[in-house]
């Protein structure tokens, strides 16, 4: 065991955030931890870094332990290069080597003293032994390797590490702790900033990595291919499941469904209870008032099953298109474009149909985002036509927001846009995207990425249009909003181009991939999965597909099923009174028969009840009259008569009971 955490607890503010945390890891794994934004995924990190220390409970990391901690902002800032930065993470094997070198030119100037020369040389023995095992003659072609990795060029090496941008930043702290190989890497979002390629060859580099591996991602491809441990954060409790994301995904889903049923159980067996003293109470009689006393006391011992997260607490989205555009959606021809001298990509061609789900794929900086742009209006070609089919109407997601007016509330961007909107269908609308109470108060610009991207996407989806051009919609999202925006796309009858990094996403959604590759699209008629196994196929010509189209008929085939079986997602609970197996025609008639039995014998039976009450009512009436209450024998008459009723009511009140849960656990299928 190389990391223990027990019973970890931590609150800002009153509120908590980590509620009695506890797992291990072992030397060679990689876990991943996962929660919606604000689950205290980062926090977590931070305790176990030691950068802040936890309420109650403990962090043990043995003592000949080294971790290494990548938050989601490092503090790099320096005059050295980029090379010379990630080199000094392995400073003790530069001085070894310096040494080194200095012995050697001493072994030389030092030929004649015998003695001298002897204790040099064992000093020199000794340390190229030691810097041979800690791979030193390696140690610059490592660091090549990973900054270019990590999308680092070589021409890039010699720059100043204080004229980088955030971005670069970012991955640079990531490639210093890489090389320092630490026994525990700790990586908050280690994949923002870095292109497809430059995850794909962090994922390789992780899965290989002798160390453990503790990582906060949204990206969900990633923890799918790195991760062997998923420790899931829910409502400040966690809870450790076994296998890699999509594994963990399957189990949630299973016991969120469980945990669902539970409660849904619990609620109708409290509701029953409930319906059973009422009517207890309305039969008016003093040993049904009893049962009825009793059973209040049972139900209010009786556990109270606490709702799980529920699907409906998260954002709602529905694409759906004011009306249907032609079969031909868009055509483009020739389209180039060129920045500064500098040829983004030239000779493009795209035909696009109806219902396609198009995904624009490519290293950073290729010009992605710019043939989007290209499309919506908002850049001119430098040469090329486009033409939009019959009936279109366009969207745009900006994932810089730029739609967004800064100075206004959330509650205004919407009514400055909506203005026929009422103010309570805007309260509802932005209510769905979790903007709730006085959060529609709030200016846009002081709103987080994921709160504007949430806010963008409630514009988006008011906008009604049958073309949908999106530049990395699932930035800023956590994975439960990931994944309703997957359902969205996927259910959407309109058409959608959209520009991700998200592979999952990609995978998930796409019907077509287009890769920019020297300048040129590359097209692969599929999700991810297929590209990948397309790009690894040594028959597979490129060439041949270069800003190919699809007909019709694989149009309508792609939108149907593209290929995606993915995971089974967290409100597949809210589906398990549909997902029922199917009964007979005849099974259905037994059922309704013996259903129509079971309602007429606890009718007949309230009925006998009430018969029989009427009786004592009728006894007990009678018995006031003068001359049967000076008639001891025919009061004794009387008595016996009303004691036989009341002895035959008690046996009636419990056979209502039972008869009452009978048919109860027969409409909950308990039967089954």
């Not at 001298?116 to 030691?130: C, P, S, V, W």
């Not at 920045?339 to 490519?362: C, H, P, T, Y």
């Not at 990931?482 to 259910?491: P, S």
């Amino acid at each position: 065991m190389i990391l223990s955490v027990n019973g970890l607890y931590k609150s800002y503010d009153g509120v908590d955030i980590l509620k009695d945390v506890s797992f291990h890891i072992e030397e060679n794994d990689k876990l991943a931890i996962t929660g919606i934004n604000g689950a205290g995924k980062s926090t977590l990190l931070k305790q176990i870094a030691g950068e802040e220390q936890p309420d109650r409970g403990t962090v043990v990391i043995p003592r000949d332990v080294r971790l290494a901690y990548l938050s989601q902002a490092p503090e790099t800032d320096t005059d050295k290069s980029i090379y010379e930065e990630v080199l000094s993470a392995r400073s003790e094997l530069v001085d070894m080597e310096e040494e080194i070198r200095k012995l050697e030119v001493r072994m030389r100037e030092a030929s004649e003293d015998k003695e001298e020369l002897d204790a040099i040389y064992e000093r020199y023995t000794r340390l190229t032994h030691e810097f041979e095992l800690s791979e030193g003659y390696s140690l610059r072609s490592r660091v090549t390797g990973i900054l270019k990795g990590l999308g680092f060029s070589e021409d890039e090496f010699g720059k100043e590490v204080s004229k980088l941008s955030g971005g670069q930043k970012t991955r640079l702290a990531l490639a210093r702790l890489l090389l320092s190989e630490p026994e525990i890497l700790l990586l908050d979002e280690p994949t923002n900033h870095l292109d497809i390629d430059s995850v794909s060859w962090l994922e390789t580099y992780l899965k290989a990595y002798r160390g453990a591996v503790i990582v906060v991602s949204h990206d969900r491809y990633f923890l799918d291919k790195i991760a062997n441990k998923v420790l899931d954060i829910d409502g400040g409790r966690a809870r450790l499941y076994m296998g890699n994301y999509t594994a963990f995904a399957e189990k949630k889903a299973a016991l969120r469904k469980d945990m669902m049923k539970a409660y849904l159980n619990n609620q109708a067996e409290i509701k029953r209870q409930q319906e059973v003293i009422d009517k207890l109470k309305s039969f008016n009689r003093e040993k049904s008032i009893k049962r009825a006393e009793s059973r209040e006391k049972m139900l209010q011992k009786m556990e109270r099953v606490e709702k799980p997260f529920d699907i409906d607490d998260a954002m709602k989205l529905h694409f759906v298109p004011g009306r249907q555009s032609g079969n031909d959606v868009l055509m483009a021809e020739g389209l180039s474009k060129s920045f500064g001298g500098r040829r983004l990509f030239s000779g493009v061609d795209l035909d696009v149909k109806r219902g396609e789900k198009l995904a624009i794929i490519g290293p950073n900086g290729t010009g992605k985002t710019t043939l989007l742009k290209i499309i919506f209006g908002l850049l001119p070609p430098d040469s090329g036509e486009i033409e939009y089919g019959s009936r279109v109407e366009t969207a745009y997601y900006d994932q810089e927001h730029h739609e967004l007016d800064p100075a206004n509330t959330v509650f205004e961007e919407i009514s400055d846009a909506y203005p026929a909107m009422s103010n309570t269908e805007i309260r509802n609308l932005l209510a769905s995207f979790l903007f709730t109470g006085d959060d529609v108060f709030k200016l846009v610009g002081d709103l987080s990425g994921g709160e504007q991207g949430r806010l963008s996407l409630s514009k988006l989806m008011l906008s009604k249009a049958n073309l949908l051009l999106l530049d990395e919609p699932t930035n800023h999202l956590d994975i439960t909003s990931k994944e309703i925006l997957e359902e969205a796309v996927r259910n959407y009858e309109g058409t959608v181009i959209y520009v991700s990094h998200d592979r999952y996403f990609i995978n998930r959604t796409a019907t077509r991939i287009l890769e920019l590759s020297e300048g040129h699209f590359v097209n692969y008629i599929g999700n991810y999965d297929y590209y990948l196994e397309k790009k690894a196929d040594p028959d597979f010509d490129s060439k041949k597909a270069i800003s190919g189209s699809l007909g019709e008929a694989e149009t309508k085939k792609a939108a149907r099923d593209p290929g995606l079986e993915g995971t089974l997602e967290l409100r597949d609970y809210m589906r398990a009174e549909d997902n029922r197996r199917k009964l007979s025609f005849e099974e259905q008639k037994q059922r309704k028969s013996k259903l129509q039995k079971l309602r007429s014998a606890l009718s007949a039976c309230e009925k006998e009840i009430g018969r029989l009450e009427q009786k004592c009512f009728e006894i007990d009436e009678f018995m006031t009259h003068q001359e049967i209450a000076t008639n001891s024998a025919r009061l004794n008459e009387l008595s016996a008569e009303k004691q036989g009723y009341e002895d035959k009511l008690a046996e009636l009140y419990e056979e209502w009971e039972s008869r009452s849960e009978e048919l109860q656990s027969f409409e909950n299928g308990e039967d089954e």
